[in-house]
């Protein structure tokens, strides 16, 4: 028995099929190093997740929290997904396109919630693609309880006789942070295999899901890979409380002890004006890792996410010696909506 299989007899794993989930992802997706990038800031050894590769309809990290919210859908007969996100949700189109997979229709609720976009915001990007799955789309103004609008819409919806299942901004409740569960029992088993530790994950985080989902995890496998969110949106103090509850409630899904909030590790110096605005920083961290990696970020999440990993890195905050891994979490879709900002203000 090679190395890699003896350690992974070793860990104690999660089965994740325990959970109601169908098959969406590429699975594991790649870890590869960014030798160029890692030698152009000088500082750890940086590795990259490609949950950009997760498969479905141009990736991104929503596709494993669908795994498991379409799983529960279909395991209580709906015929219907519906949900919300901002007009450029990478999270709206997955979830349409994983409604074309299952064969289920999906209706979807656009918050106009990013100021002064042109024209051609709410056409193309996302917006386009959520089209062709035929997902139907209704818009609203920003600064709603876009939660409660949705739930709104599915009695509405479930009045007129469809059998619709809600899923909340991002797929972040518990059932979607099982995805991300299940990611860092992924990336465990990967650091088996190709023989490397992390010191640091590094990540975008926005609804919470994917930090949330990472670190109970880790947690849960009784793993200590300390996890960064870059926030894309919120002040530090609201992301920390908003990631440790979701935390705590996937926690008690995996039938796992607890954890203190002061394991939720949040940066927020990265948001610049607010969501889907993208800062200097973010529209730098774009084009270093499109020049130097050959890889395409996006303006909303994790172009603010390497943003915050340049940055920690410029600030001196890791080890030269530290193994530092970035979680693509997808996006690239939403380049197109944001031409007009990326071309002008780029260096
Ligand atoms: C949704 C999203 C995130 C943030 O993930 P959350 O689980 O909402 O925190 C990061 N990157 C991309 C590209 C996303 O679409």
């Known amino acids: 028995m090679d190395l890699a299989a003896q350690a992974s007899l070793d860990m ?34 940086l590795f990259i ?20 919210l379409v799983g529960e859908a279909l395991s209580q007969n709906a015929d219907m997904l519906v949900t919300q996100g901002a007009v450029q949700s990478n999270h709206v189109r997955q979830t349409a396109a994983a409604a074309c997979r299952v064969g289920l229709k999906c ?50 919806l479930r009045a007129k006789g469809h059998r619709p299942y ?39 985080t926005g609804s919470t899901g994917t930090q949330a989902g990472l670190v109970a995890g880790f947690h849960a496998l009784t793993r200590n890979l300390p996890v960064m969110g870059i926030s894309v949106r919120q002040p530090r103090k609201r992301q920390v409380v908003a990631v440790h509850d979701l ?23 990265y948001v610049g004006e607010g969501y889907g605005i993208p800062a200097e920083s973010t529209l730098e961290a774009i084009a270093l890792t499109a020049q130097y990696e050959g890889i395409l970020l996006d303006p909303v999440y994790s172009g603010k996410g390497m943003a915050g990993l340049i940055g920690l890195i410029r600030q001196g905050f890791f080890k030269p010696s530290d193994n530092v891994l970035f979680l693509h979490t997808g996006g690239s879709s939403a380049l197109f909506a944001y031409e007009n900002a990326i071309m002008t203000d780029q260096a």
């Not at 997740?49 to 929290?65: H, V």
Request: proline share 5%; aromatic share 6%; hydrophobic share 35%.
């Open 12 to 45: 104690t794993q999660i089965d994740f099929d325990r959970y109601a989930r169908v098959a969406l992802c590429h699975q594991p997706t790649p870890i590869e190093p960014m030798v160029r990038l890692g030698e152009l800031l000088g500082g750890p050894n």
């Open 166 to 204: 809600f899923i909340p901004g991002g797929g972040s409740n518990a059932t979607g942070a099982l995805g991300y569960a299940s990611c860092a029992q992924e990336i465990l088993l990967q650091c088996k295999s190709l023989e490397v530790s992390f010191q640091w994950l590094v990540m975008a």
């Open 107 to 156: 209706h979807a609720l656009l918050e106009r919630r990013v100021p002064h976009r042109g024209g051609d915001y709410e056409q193309t990007g996302n917006v386009f693609l959520d089209r062709i799955f035929r997902a139907t789309l209704e818009f609203r103004p920003s600064g709603l309880d876009m939660n409660a609008e949705g739930e709104a819409v599915t009695e509405r």
């Open 247 to 269: 935390t705590r409630k996937t926690l008690e899904k995996l039938k796992a002890p607890t954890i203190p909030v002061s394991k939720i590790v949040v940066d927020d110096g």
């Open 49 to 68: 997740k490609r949950d950009d590769c997760t498969g479905l309809a141009t990736g991104g990290n929503k596709t494993r929290k669908l795994e498991f």
